[in-house]
């Protein structure tokens, strides 16, 4: 799960930002007749809130078909749902009439596509059909991948209260780093990336008897790839049942790559959602989520709200924002709970979305694009969609990744929309105009698969014999400099010999369940004697956000808080430090002097000498491709600017920013990578030091 907050938009996501703040003021100075159906409504409203606070939607709505209408089946209230026995509910999901059509359908091919609206039961019913009918006997598995760590675990735990047992014993799952299952587990779920890594140690998956991969519309890089591995394997076993399912869409396509197998259809059970955008582009949507919400709040009668941001920072922004302003209304409004729901958040955080909400009150879920499709939150009725995700990409030229927000695509927009129609009628609000939709967003989500860093994936496929990639089974190949680009940098890496081939150290570096350059870090660590300390580096590196928490209205104290942990070296040597602060006082009998810093940081170089940068002109320029980068302002190295630099990655904000940079010698590069540097393009223009840019030296601070 990706979740770096841009500050600013940047690139093609500039444009369009750009595009809307022009026309945003432009209409929001005006003066503007609204129309009479959201006369009233907005009157009340503007009891509460100033008139330039609110959002102008277009009152003509566009409604989503529906497949039946509100007096088919009367929705459930959540008290209602609460009172039913769990098995009354499972009797109750969209998959329950097709329970035996399904199974007939499994029992008599090999290879079945499942499309089903989202909600409808694929993912906590299928598993448990399965089991019912004899497919876990012997001790067979089970296996259920998921694309998202969040959904693995809240799946498996929704699953194992069904059956009524131990979360762990028959149902468990399984993620990155950690483990939740045990001998008795029959129904596993788990990461795509981990049922990958499976194949390292079971290649045809002999313990399994059924492999489910869900939400393969998704299509994630580990889900594309498992498609191929796991078409081959069908070929020889026979007895392995695989089921792809999928929300609905692309299953034509899952079905041509797969054979022409079957597709399953789960006949939907969705009602009509009403579609609003806004007459004109929103300059700042984060804003307009908040506004949006409160005016649903106030004018729109019973039901949940739902928000979809791009990731954790953005998410904790809206909920404060939301409280605050909750706060200053007081007994003025009806009491609204906000709910964010990311990656990480901590678990027993996330099971509150799931939670009833009290009569009277109102739940405002906000959410990344996890719940888009993985999740299903009950009672929602209101989708505001502001229309972004965050996304990665790769350029293949340089090797650059980078998360960027840009516009989601129509078929996302939809699937979101979709959320507000499952209890009964709801309503979409699109903070973009109905313009952007039908012009500035792209119909379909690219696959992962063209837009990432294929090192990690073409190592593990390497370690399981498949030497000839170009010609893998992929159902989109890959660039195919990506892959030329992930086989030279293994074989810089010293991964793969110039043949190709998996070198020793290749294969230990596949063991490790981490990126190439991370497990060559940790490994070099041996060479330089500092395993433990790299290792506690690699860990801290991997929390996927900043271990420094700088809320808005705290930005000083913050940054002081952050200083006091400032030591030489860099940013890795900061995390070490960091961690090794609340540590057991008898660990640190052999405190770090600075002498034993430069091994630490040679064992990163070893890893990353990929990353390297060097002080030039207004920045840095990258050593290979002598792109413009700089340091994030959040660095304990922003000030210093050291001639040479190693970062861990880098971020697109405003600019192009490394984020984790440690100073190294230059001479390191060519004992670490004498087949990638030439001592040439190492070579310093001046033999003095250059002036530092910002700020004070150490020497002048005393
Ligand atoms: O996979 P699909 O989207 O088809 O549906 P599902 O995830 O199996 O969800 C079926 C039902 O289980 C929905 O009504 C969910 O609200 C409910 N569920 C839940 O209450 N708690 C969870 N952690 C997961 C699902
Ligand atoms: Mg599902």
Not at 106 to 130: A, D, F, N, R
Not at 193 to 221: C, K, N, Q, W
Not at 651 to 658: L, P, Q, S
Request: aromatic residues 8%.
């Amino acid at each position: 799960e990706l979740e770096e907050t841009p500050m600013e938009l940047g690139g093609e996501q500039g444009r369009w930002e750009e595009e809307r703040l022009k026309t945003a003021s432009l209409s929001f100075g005006a003066k503007k007749e609204r129309e009479q159906g959201m006369k009233q409504e907005q009157e009340k409203y503007q009891l509460i809130l100033e008139e330039d606070e609110m959002i102008d939607f277009v009152t003509t709505a566009i409604t989503m078909k529906g497949t039946r209408s509100e007096k088919d089946a009367p929705a459930l209230s959540q008290a209602e749902l609460k009172k039913q026995s769990m098995q009354e509910v499972r009797r109750s999901l969209p998959i329950f009439p097709y329970r035996d059509d399904l199974l007939a359908a499994i029992h008599e091919h090999q290879i079945l596509v499942i499309e089903g609206e989202t909600g409808s039961g694929k993912t906590t019913q299928i598993p448990q059909y399965l089991l019912e009918d004899g497919y876990t006997k012997g001790g067979m598995k089970i296996g259920c991948t998921q694309p998202r760590r969040v959904a693995a675990m809240s799946v498996a735990a929704r699953v194992a209260e069904e059956m009524g047992v131990k979360l762990g014993n028959e149902v468990g799952y399984s993620i990155r780093f950690e483990d939740c299952t045990s001998e008795r587990t029959v129904l596993k779920y788990m990461t795509d990336g981990m049922l990958l890594r499976e194949f390292l140690t079971e290649p045809d998956l002999a313990s399994y008897s059924v492999i489910i991969i869900d939400e393969a519309h998704e299509r994630t890089l580990h889900t594309d790839i498992l498609f191929g591995l796991i078409k081959d394997i069908a070929r020889f076993r026979s007895d392995l049942k695989v089921l792809v399912a999928s929300a609905t869409l692309d299953t034509e396509r899952f079905s041509c790559f797969f054979d022409d197998a079957p597709v399953f259809r789960i006949p939907g059970r969705r009602f009509p959602v009403d579609i609003f955008y806004t007459k004109a582009p929103e300059a700042d949507y984060l804003e307009a989520c908040v506004v949006s919400v409160l005016q649903i709040h106030v004018t729109q009668p019973t039901g949940d709200i739902l928000v979809f941001l791009t990731g954790q920072e953005e998410i904790e922004a809206c909920c404060e924002l939301l409280q605050e302003r909750c706060r200053r209304l007081g007994s003025k409004i009806a009491e609204l709970l906000v709910l964010p729901i990311y990656a990480n958040l901590p678990s027993d955080m996330q099971a509150k979305i799931f939670n009833p909400t009290p009569p009277g009150a109102r739940k405002v879920v906000v959410a990344t694009n996890i719940a888009e499709t993985s999740l299903t939150i009950d009672g929602i009725i209101y989708v505001i969609d502001p229309g972004f995700c965050k996304q990665k990409s790769y350029n293949a030229r340089t090797g650059m990744e980078s998360l960027i927000v840009t516009p989601c695509s129509r078929a996302s927009a939809n699937q979101r929309a979709g959320r507000a129609g499952r209890v009964a009628a709801g309503k979409c609000f699109r903070l973009y105009t109905a313009w952007a939709y039908k012009h500035e967003m792209e119909e379909t989500t690219v696959p992962e698969i063209q837009r990432t860093n294929l090192g990690n994936v073409v190592l593990l496929l390497k370690s399981l014999g498949i030497n000839d990639l170009i010609h893998f089974d992929f159902m989109d190949p890959p660039p195919h400099e990506t892959l030329v680009l992930a086989l030279e940098q293994l074989y810089a890496l010293g991964a793969l010999n110039h043949m190709g081939e998996l070198t020793k150290l290749g294969r230990r570096m596949a063991e490790l369940p981490v990126d190439p350059m991370l497990s060559k870090m940790i490994l070099a660590s041996e060479q330089y004697k500092c395993s433990e300390e790299v290792l506690t580096i690699a860990a801290m590196l991997s929390v996927n956000n900043s271990i420094f928490y700088r809320p808005k209205d705290k930005v000083v104290h913050a940054d002081n808080a952050r200083m006091n942990f400032v030591v030489p070296g860099g940013d890795h040597l900061v995390l070490l430090n960091v961690y090794n602060q609340p540590g057991i006082p008898a660990l640190l009998t052999h405190l770090p002097s600075t002498a034993s810093y430069p091994p630490r940081l040679q064992a990163v170089t070893a890893g990353y000498f990929y990353h390297t940068a060097r002080l030039s002109k207004g920045g840095y320029k990258t050593v290979k491709h002598q792109q413009t980068v700089y340091v994030h302002p959040n660095s304990s190295l922003f000030e210093e600017q050291p001639r040479w630099l190693i970062y861990h990655e880098l971020v697109f904000t405003t600019k192009e920013f490394m984020r984790q940079v440690i100073e190294i010698e230059s001479g390191w590069l060519l004992e670490v990578a004498p087949h990638y540097y030439k001592s040439k393009e190492l070579e310093d223009s001046s033999s003095k030091k250059m002036p530092r840019k910002q700020g004070k030296t150490k020497e002048e601070l005393g």
